[in-house]
């Protein structure tokens, strides 16, 4: 299930950091996650 995260990153300064990927990873799922994530 994509997920489309918007915004702007900052490094520990405030510094916009550019061209960055966040990557999540899920060690587990159920149908409780799923329904109630918001």
Excluded: F, Y
């Amino acid at each position: 299930m994509p997920v489309l995260i918007s915004g702007v990153l900052k490094d520990g300064t405030g510094t916009p950091v550019q061209n960055c990927t966040i990557q999540l990873k899920a060690c587990r799922t159920s149908t409780t996650v799923v329904v109630n994530t918001v």
